[in-house]
């Protein structure tokens, strides 16, 4: 058992009771809803004649269903106006915060916890959602859970849990040019597997994690759970504080800063500290990182060829076979001059505001390729906001770019940005899941933000490192 | 407030079996997400591996739940990391509908086997080996019944019973009645709010009066 980790401490903090299952009782800090897993909670609530116990402690957004071109109420579908009207209405009822797209605080529920300063270390964070692992950046305890577990939150303010194992995955060396966050986090899931991180937390650490900011910092814990993880954190420090005193709740609250951060502290990992596992990864031998198949775990470095199913480990190998049928791969070739029909900058993942100064940083002076299709959809109101004041969105859009408004758009397909057909997509999210992006015979290509831009300006899969010079700017 | 909400024990599943063959599936497969665009899980359990079942004419594709021998079944036999991706309750709601009422499997996911658990349905496991063997039985016994003794962890079939492995906790919840967590965790709202208090982020203006 591990023993001083970050996880402990925060877990023991948290606890209430153990209940007669076995499972710990913890309370919870923060509870995220959004449109799409909650309003089945709100009904249990009202079948049960509950009220939300902590309403203070709760913040909604909406995202998933949301359009991102035109908003105006009543939504062009019927079925998303209905999703928000009935969020609305519940947490008008609940008294519940509402980041709603008129306040201009609207985004990603993932994105938005961390802006506003209300992700915070120490704090146990739920959501309907889960890639809620990603303000495990923060040094907060954070997991998705289900719409059963949203009434319990509701209900009670705490959630049943059973206690996991803690891996720490340490991350040492420097990233090269074009190669980030997401890639190593790609090749933490190609190593150990979908289903590796299943019953255990992972604690990112090593030189390479302690040199990203907070936004590569949370692409990484964002895609724990496409590695079996529930949650992954990021001890805090220097880095998170600076984050923190900058946001919304810190500046109007200076004083809860000061007080807050000898708890921060005292929440890190013990240098002595004991884990159930570590694995080393060299973040010096890292090349960008994209996947050849239909789940996050089959990735390879860009000039790596991709493996032959048999080559994989027994369990894995139909799988492969599968996914290379979906995908018309070959083993042996790269996925160097893999065609693609779209381009997908956005997600929970990486849609933050420096995912796209890179990747605008690559479209500067080129243009899209004439047979693509390319759309950045920002994480939030504010990215937006902040994006467009700094020229990003004209650098986009004269390069042939869509420019949207925030929410997951083609993540998951659940408003109108979806592919269609068999079309190939290179996209900055988190799962390449048949299906996943709205058209079952669509083809997903998971690669960092550079990568799609890259591939947007191409037309096919590019070593983002091997682009021509700008000549014209 | 009304807490009579009657919670079955869950230490016993028997039924006919379904096998649904292949690792790493994806709750996205399971319940694709234009389906989820509703505000209630009823009717759910006609979308069921909807893309897996029908083709872009809503034809039929061959797969086990489009067959006329496994329609009353009500356990699944599943492989590796079941469940895995998003957090979607309607994936296990979507099941439970179509008339699944446990499932067996190499392994699932974390969240799924959490959601399967809020709605009593068991979710146990056993090696590669075993399950490949029971879903070939399943394949060659559509009509037979499987029994899932939760207590015992044990699954019999054709004659046989197997050890199998439930969670100590999934275990004690079914097997006690006590899956249901709100009302249980509801009890304990006093040492909740002790909690709260302790916390150094949680504003006294946070935490309710008691009731």
């Known amino acids: ?473 | 407030m009304s807490e009579d909400i009657d919670i079955p024990e869950v230490d016993y599943v028997s039924g006919s079996g379904i096998p649904i063959r292949g690792n790493d599936i994806d709750t996205d497969q399971i319940i694709p997400a234009r389906f989820m665009k509703v505000v209630t899980f009823d009717g759910l359990g006609e979308f069921a591996f909807f893309d897996l079942r029908f083709d872009e004419n809503d034809d039929t594709k061959d797969h086990p739940m489009n067959e006329a021998r496994y329609q009353d079944a009500s356990i699944m036999v599943v492989n590796n990391n079941f469940g895995c991706g998003s957090s979607r309750e309607h994936a296990p709601q979507a099941l439970m509908r179509w008339g699944i009422d446990a499932i067996i499997g190499e392994g699932f996911a974390e969240i799924f086997a959490g959601n399967c658990l809020a709605l009593g349905i068991p979710t146990v496991t056993a090696d590669t080996e075993t399950i490949q063997e029971l879903q070939e039985w399943v394949d060659e016994n559509p009509d037979q019944e499987l029994e899932v003794d939760v207590e015992a962890e044990t699954v019999t079939y054709g004659g046989q019973t197997i050890d199998v492995t439930v969670d100590d906790a999934q275990r004690k919840a079914l097997v006690d009645g006590v899956w249901d967590t709100t009302a249980l965790m509801k009890a304990n709202a006093g040492a909740v709010r002790k909690k709260a208090k302790e916390l150094p982020y949680v504003q006294e203006s946070a935490i309710p009066e008691a009731e």
């Not at chain 1, 996880?7 to 903090?13: A, C, I, S, T």
């Not at chain 1, 203070?56 to 062009?76: C, F, K």
């Not at chain 1, 529930?230 to 880095?239: I, L």
């Not at chain 1, 397909?413 to 996943?436: V, W």
Request: one cysteine or more; charged letters at 25%.
């Open chain 1, 1 to 473: 058992m591990s023993n001083g980790t970050l996880y402990d401490k925060v877990w023991d903090r948290h606890k209430v009771t153990q209940l007669p299952t076995g499972q710990d009782q913890l309370f919870v800090g923060l509870h995220l809803i959004h449109e799409v897993t909650s309003p089945q909670a709100f009904g249990m609530l009202e079948e049960r004649d509950l009220e939300v116990a902590f309403p203070e402690l709760t913040h909604a957004t909406v995202d998933h269903i949301v359009p991102t071109a035109d908003q105006s109420r009543p939504y062009g579908d019927d079925a998303a106006e209905r999703m928000m009207s009935e969020l609305e209405e519940n947490v008008r009822n609940a008294g519940i915060e509402f980041s709603d797209p008129t306040t201009g605080d609207q985004g990603i529920v993932h994105v938005i916890g961390p802006e506003q300063g209300i992700t915070q270390p120490g704090k146990t964070i739920v959501c309907g959602d889960s890639h809620t692992s990603t303000h495990g950046a923060f040094g907060a305890l954070a997991f998705g859970i289900g719409t059963s577990q949203i009434r319990d939150v509701l209900a009670t303010g705490t959630i049943a849990m059973e206690k996991q194992k803690v891996r720490k995955i340490q991350v040492d060396g420097e990233l090269g040019e074009g190669v980030e966050a997401k890639d190593i986090i790609l090749e933490i899931i190609r190593r150990l597997g979908t289903e590796g991180g299943v019953g255990y937390v992972y604690e990112y650490a090593g030189s390479a994690i302690e040199d990203l900011g907070m936004e590569g910092r949370m692409s990484i814990c964002n895609m724990s759970i496409e590695g079996g993880a529930r949650a992954g954190y990021v001890n805090p420090d220097e880095t998170t504080f600076e984050w923190l005193k900058e946001t919304d709740y810190f500046q109007e609250n200076p004083e809860q800063f000061e007080e807050l951060k000898p708890y921060w502290e005292s929440i890190r990992s013990d240098d002595d500290a004991e884990y159930d596992d570590i694995v080393h990864i060299d973040a010096d031998a890292l090349e960008p990182v994209v996947t050849w198949g239909t789940t996050p775990g089959q990735g390879i470095g860009i000039s790596d060829p991709i493996p032959a199913p048999e080559e994989l480990a027994e369990d894995k190998q139909e799988t492969a076979r599968r996914a290379q049928e979906h995908m018309r791969v070959e083993p042996g070739e790269t996925m160097e001059g893999y065609e693609i029909d779209v381009a997908f900058l956005g997600s929970c993942t990486n849609a933050r505001l420096p995912d796209l100064r890179r990747a605008a940083a690559i479209i500067k002076g080129r243009e899209v390729h004439e047979e693509v299709r390319a759309m950045v959809v920002p994480g939030s109101q504010r990215v937006q906001e902040a994006a467009k004041e700094e020229g990003l969105k004209d650098t986009f859009e004269e390069a042939g770019f869509e420019w949207r408004n925030a929410g997951c758009s083609m993540c998951l397909g659940m408003n109108e940005d979806q592919l269609e057909g068999d079309e190939a997509c290179a996209s900055s999210s988190n799962r390449n899941f048949i299906g996943r992006q709205g058209s079952k015979d669509g083809r997903t290509v998971l690669m960092n933000p550079q990568m799609v831009a890259a591939a947007a300006v191409s037309g096919e899969v590019t070593d983002v490192r091997e682009l021509k010079e700008v000549t014209k700017v």
